[in-house]
């Protein structure tokens, strides 16, 4: 028989098979062989012999002479040739049919390989979903542990309220601060509105005595001239008299 060469390819590849023959010429020999039963090279093939033991009876049985015995004998060495031929037909067929079972089981096998490989695949997948999940999950994980030790490294919440309530406090002892200066400053802008309007009054006022200490010193020295001119003018009119 010829030799055959399985290749296995990869996971998830079909299995195929290389021949030293194609497929026909390989039916072709076997066929031959199966029918000529030369399996070997050695001695002659038995379907030739069967022929031949087959022949010897026919001629021998169409000779007109009395040859019965001779008959007898060629017709048991045929059958037993026959007999001979049989015996590896039967057991080709037998192989044959076993190694159908075979090719069947095989076939059973191959699909179920490849069943297994297409689950796999899918539990592959399945799994590479999961592992993404996980390192999510684990991320996340990690990140809820660098909270926990950062809020473990801070204070109790009850020193927290209280340093809150004292905050509050202050801003609100801060708010009354800022309340009572913005009303301090309000009174201040008052206070200051209102000498603005007294020294502006009071300015007004200088700058009108001013203006009547001027006309009333006007006037005065008007009076005086006017006086000092009436003194020389009777003094002249007296010394014109003498």
């Known amino acids: 028989m010829l030799g055959r060469v399985r290749k ?7 299995v195929a098979a290389n021949y030293a023959f194609g497929p026909s010429e390989d039916d072709v020999i076997i066929k031959h062989r199966l029918l000529t039963r030369t ?8 379907l030739k012999k069967l022929q031949k033991k087959f022949t010897s009876f026919v001629s021998e049985v169409d000779k007109d002479e009395d040859n019965y015995n001779d ?23 037998a192989i044959v049919e076993a190694n159908v079972r075979e090719k069947d089981n095989f076939n059973e096998l191959k699909d ?41 490294l801070q204070p109790p919440r009850s ?18 601060e800022n309340t009572a200066g913005s009303r301090l400053l309000e009174l201040r802008k008052k206070q200051f509105s209102l000498l603005l309007h007294v020294v502006d ?27 000092i001119e009436d003194t020389s003018g009777g003094s002249e009119a007296m010394a014109v008299d003498q």
């Open 159 to 176: 020193e927290t309220q209280k340093v809150i309530t004292e905050l509050e406090k202050e801003i609100a002892a801060l708010d009354a």
């Open 39 to 46: 399996t070997t090279t050695r001695g002659e093939p038995p």
């Open 201 to 227: 009054e009071l300015q007004n006022t200088i700058e009108e005595d001013q203006k009547s200490l001027m006309e009333e010193m006007r006037i005065a020295t008007e009076e005086l001239k006017n006086g």
């Open 71 to 93: 008959c007898e004998k060629l017709a048991r060495a045929f059958l037993q040739e026959l007999t001979t031929f049989e015996i590896p037909l039967l057991k080709s067929k």
């Open 8 to 14: 296995v390819s990869g996971r998830g590849e079909p």
């Open 112 to 152: 179920e390989m490849n069943r297994q490989i297409l689950q796999a695949q899918v539990d592959i997948e399945d799994h590479k979903k999961q592992l993404e999940e996980s390192k999510v999950e684990r991320r996340h994980k990690e990140e809820c542990e660098a909270i926990r030790k950062l809020i473990a």
